[in-house]
């Protein structure tokens, strides 16, 4: 089946800063989204993104299909966003595969 | 709008007891998703419906776990006999239309077998 990498998988960082989550697939895909996990457990679907960019505040993302990557932006960290975050993909004919999670720490 | 709805929230009992969870999706979503989530496994799709019809189930560990959709708001997970190695975080998600749209998720369902 297909696998997916997150990377780094842990990031800490001071309130204000900008960040780059990476996450790489092994196959082609037609469905790839980012989820947050927050510290309560809460799961949020935060883009729906199999190609191309998308923005949605101080979050953006970006896949690149031909390449098999897709790379999530936080800018301005705040403390809020601190929790695990997660890309899922769906490969053709293949089941929805979570990666392992980029655990972020946003510190005041 | 209502989000996913799962019960209970939490579910603690002994082995060999059943365990049955629950879940009413969004309304007007199509697709209904089970997951598990442990610390050593991550989150795992389990079971996938789309249409009240089980698509692929392949991810269900054992004979002992088994998923129902009896209509479009309701959906079940049932554990019988439950074992203490079923002890996870079990998160429903529902979507439009087929799986490749956004997933929206429960707050899930934390489950300890003692």
Redesign the interface.
Known sequence: GIQVEQSPPDLILQEGANSTLRCNFSDSV??L?W?HQNPW?????LF?I?SGTKQNGRLSATTVATERYSLLYISSSQTTDSGVY?C?V?GYGQ????G??TRLSVLP | DAGVIQSPRHEVTEMGQEVTLRCKPISGHNSLFWYRQTMMRGLELLIYFNNNVPIDDSGMPEDRFSAKMPNASFSTLKIQPSEPRDSAVYFCASSGQYSNQPQHFGDGTRLSIL
């Open positions: 037609n469905n989204q989820f457990g809460q799961l949020i679907n729906y199999p997660f899922a769906e089941n929805f595969v979570f392992p999670g």
